[in-house]
């Protein structure tokens, strides 16, 4: 493979997060124009300034961000909509990275949102995809629960993870998110709260589950110099991978595309994953969380379990992971879960992350998961991050 | 392992409102559906590459040939995971309660989402069964590998059946001579009652005798031809008739010119067309209105229809007409009856062992027979039945080409 250029001279900066609410009245607009604004408002730019936009979101129908440009009142010579789920994230870093390498923008804005309205999450699962329709919810009709439920059931039993192991991911973040002011889930969770939640499709139980909300996250991408000149903190992308619809001939999902680039990723980064101070994994569910650790070199497959039972995964112990709470205890906003660890990033790198802070962070690892089309997620990314103040 | 007869209805409770599982399907997986009508295991076969695959697709995952065959698959292969869905974002099966569901690798390659079978365990080997669910859409079933197993010993996949077992069964025209072996053949299947119809009750049948002889059945005064009759008996019968069974026929050998005139054609039509339809007008409505009823529900409408309803055959040209027009009526009730996931099963025969067809070689199909091939298809929630060698043999030559066997059918007047 032929080594491909560095991401040198770009740089994310002013990440912001919408609060989140459970429900919402109001559209996906709505909460992509509060993202988009809260942003701007960070790095003290005026919408003019933007041109280039990328946006993800599930509840825009029949809107793309072709509307959006219209909607928004944004006039753009670069412009894109990714609908990847939980990878939106790192798959708009790497696409407006480019872009403003490239000159083709100045400023992009990357902007994720979704709102939630009664019964929203219900209709968005019986039209998820096509082999979804096709394949998927007729079985039951239990949506994403029910696909990762059947990957749990197999992780548990190929590689002996015990329910006690993801309680201990899903639990540390509880323990996070009570120092993340936006984080939705405030209540304290002890293991034996975890365990003793009702099933939901075993062995997925309450809180192995993501909550679906409203919400929006968005970030601005530029060149260094810009941000330099806007005495704005800035992260670095030290290197950036993606993959789609990796290992298809598995029989069921047990790892995921990471596994293909992952050496790719050191390389570009040129460090190991010893080198991450901080990581933020796409935790829709445990397992996954679990499957990263694995399969972005932490530990070997099937050592997840073990990994995870040797550290201690909060803020201030020894490998921080999810450090506002991920979605598990921030809920989930639709496709604003594909950057709600990508702001947290960006964040930890450039030392504003007050509460949840990790003393002396300078490198991250985010990493971006994707769309159950069937039986599986398919889009997967990591992108690690490096952060600098001017 | 047998299921227990549902309790009786409380009649203060309010009736169900019929719900359905999922019904969107893509047009490549209708092909799916099209297979579990007839109980068949049928993947998406490459003809370049001869790839297996699933979930449907419009081109091979492999060369991307649009060169794809619905072929039957070996149905073989071990449960990699399970769950049992016990929170569902449907109504439909949050009524029903915890669901099981697995994932299975077929030895033919692909992996498989597919409602498991309660005796099912991680790694046990299952065959996969494909049938209809209440949306009449295609479902992947997991059976334990050993043959004796069936929808019938798990509570839950029986719901996706027509069972006879505890239903009340009405069978339409006491006097055709197949009458009382359908009678038989459903009491012995655990029906809980069935009602006969007869026409002109003060004229002697043949087979009168016989149907009162047997426990469980009743005849009841129903001619299929009188509007009022047939609306007399729906006011009684409508409300607790699970399967009804459309068994009247009026038939005379001969086609267009073998005829003088059209009064042999009328009364075909009067019966086995318009009968049709009076029945479905009048029975229909109340048993769309309670296929939700829990245990105590309407699950399948049957007819038996010629197989030369689907091509013409001369010697019997103008009955296989009005089975033409009563197979098109049958297309139009699966539509009208698709959202209250009432069933609607045609059970297809050649020649059957009675007085009209008796100039006709063997085989021809005897009563007995065509009431197992009922039972079984309302056991095995099927939705086309084809009984006996003769219409076996048809549809398979009408499978591969409509066109040749319509000219089989009329070359020289026919092909006896």
């Not at chain 2, 013409?312 to 009526?329: Q, T, V």
Request: charged share 20%; hydrophobic share 40%.
């Amino acid at each position: 493979m032929s080594r491909r250029f560095t991401y040198e001279g770009v740089v994310l900066v002013a990440p912001y997060s919408e609060p989140y609410v459970r429900y919402s009245h109001q559209s996906a607009h709505w909460w992509i124009a509060r993202a988009l604004r809260g942003t701007l408002a960070a790095a003290g730019l005026n919408k003019d300034e933007v041109d280039g936009f990328c946006a993800s979101s599930f509840s825009l129908m029949p809107d793309t961000a072709v509307g959006l440009t219209q909607h928004l009142g944004l006039c753009l010579r670069w412009l894109d909509h990714i609908p990847m789920g939980g990878a939106s994230g790192v798959v708009a870093i790497r696409r407006a990275a480019r872009a403003v390498q490239a000159g083709d923008a100045n400023v992009v804005a990357c902007v994720a949102g979704d709102t939630n309205h009664i019964d929203s999450f219900r209709r968005l699962l019986g039209g998820f995809s096509r082999f979804a329709s096709d394949a998927a919810f007729p079985y039951g009709g239990g949506g994403p629960n029910m696909s990762f439920a059947l990957l749990t059931d197999h992780y548990m039993r190929t590689f002996g993870a015990t329910r006690e192991d993801f309680g201990k991911i899903c639990v540390a973040q509880r323990n996070n998110a009570l120092h993340a002011p936006a984080a939705l889930m405030k209540k304290p969770l002890s293991l034996e709260d975890y365990l003793g939640a009702r099933m939901i499709a075993d062995p997925i139980a309450l809180f192995d589950c993501v909550m679906p909300c409203a919400g929006g996250e968005a970030f601005l991408v530029m060149r260094e110099d810009r941000a330099i000149a806007l005495g704005l903190p800035f992260a670095r992308i030290a290197g950036a991978i993606e993959r789609h619809n990796a290992h298809a001939s598995d029989p069921i999902q047990t790892r995921g595309g990471w596994s293909m680039d992952v050496d790719d990723l050191y390389d570009q980064a040129q460090t190991g994953p010893e080198g991450i101070d901080v990581m933020q994994t796409y935790d829709d569910y445990p397992v996954i969380s679990m499957m990263q650790f694995e399969d972005l070199g932490f530990c070997a497959k099937g050592e997840g379990p073990e990994f995870v039972r040797r550290h201690d995964l909060t803020i201030g112990g020894d490998f921080p992971h999810n450090t506002s709470g991920g979605q598990l205890s921030g809920g989930q906003a639709g496709a604003a879960g594909g950057y709600i660890g990508l702001t947290e990033a960006i964040r930890q790198v450039t030392d504003t992350a007050e509460g949840t802070q990790v003393a002396g962070a300078r490198r991250a690892l985010f990493s971006g998961f994707g769309m159950i089309n069937y039986d599986r997620g398919l889009c997967t990314g990591a992108v690690i991050l490096e952060g600098a103040r001017p | 392992m047998s299921v227990p007869p549902p309790p009786k209805k409380n009649p203060l409770e309010r009736t169900r409102a019929p719900q359905l599982p999922p019904q969107t399907r893509s047009r490549a997986a209708l092909g799916l559906s099209v297979a579990a009508a007839e109980g068949r295991f049928a993947l998406q076969h490459c003809a370049e590459c001869g790839t297996v695959q699933y979930p449907p697709r419009d081109a091979c995952v492999s060369c991307l040939s649009h060169d794809l065959r619905w072929r039957d698959t070996d149905p073989k292969g071990k449960v990699l995971a399970q769950t049992t869905v016990r929170i569902s974002a449907t109504v439909y099966f949050r009524e029903r309660g915890d669901w099981r569901v697995g994932m299975v690798q077929l030895d033919a390659g692909p992996s498989v989402v597919c409602h498991l079978h309660k005796d099912t365990p991680p790694d046990a080997p299952v065959r996969l069964i494909n049938r209809l669910d209440r949306a009449g859409q295609s479902v992947l079933i997991a059976l334990p590998h050993d043959s004796p197993y069936s929808l019938k010993d798990d509570p839950q996949l029986q719901t996706m059946t027509s069972a006879p077992r505890h239903r009340r069964i009405l069978i339409t025209d006491g006097r055709n001579p197949n009458a009382p072996a359908l009678a038989r053949a459903l009491i012995k299947a655990g029906a809980a009652s069935v009602f006969v119809g007869e026409a002109e009750t003060w004229l002697p049948s043949p087979q009168r005798a016989a149907l009162e002889d047997m426990d469980g059945v009743s005849l009841l005064p129903l001619d299929v031809t009188d509007t009022r009759s047939v609306k007399t008996l729906a006011a009684e019968l409508g409300g607790k008739t699970d399967i009804l069974i459309n068994n009247a026929r009026f038939m005379r050998p001969g086609g267009v010119l073998a005829r003088g005139d059209t009064t042999f054609a009328a009364q075909e039509m009067e019966v086995n067309y318009l009968g049709l339809m009076r029945l479905a007008q009048a029975f229909g409505p109340a048993m769309c209105g309670r296929t939700a009823g829990g245990d105590n529900s309407a699950v399948a409408w049957v007819n038996i229809l010629s197989v030369y309803a689907l091509s013409n055959d001369p010697a019997y040209g103008c009955y296989a007409a009005s089975h033409a027009a009563a197979r098109s009526l049958t297309q139009n009730m699966r539509a009208d009856f698709a959202g209250a996931g009432l069933r609607v099963m045609n059970a297809y025969v050649g020649p059957t062992d009675d007085a009209w067809h008796d100039p006709l070689p063997p085989p021809k199909v005897a009563a007995g027979a065509l009431a197992r091939s009922i039972v079984g298809g309302l056991e095995d929630g099927l939705e086309d039945v084809f009984c006996g060698d003769v219409a076996q043999d048809f549809i398979t030559r009408y499978r591969e080409n409509p066109d040749i066997t319509e000219r089989e059918m009329t070359a020289l007047g026919g092909n006896q």
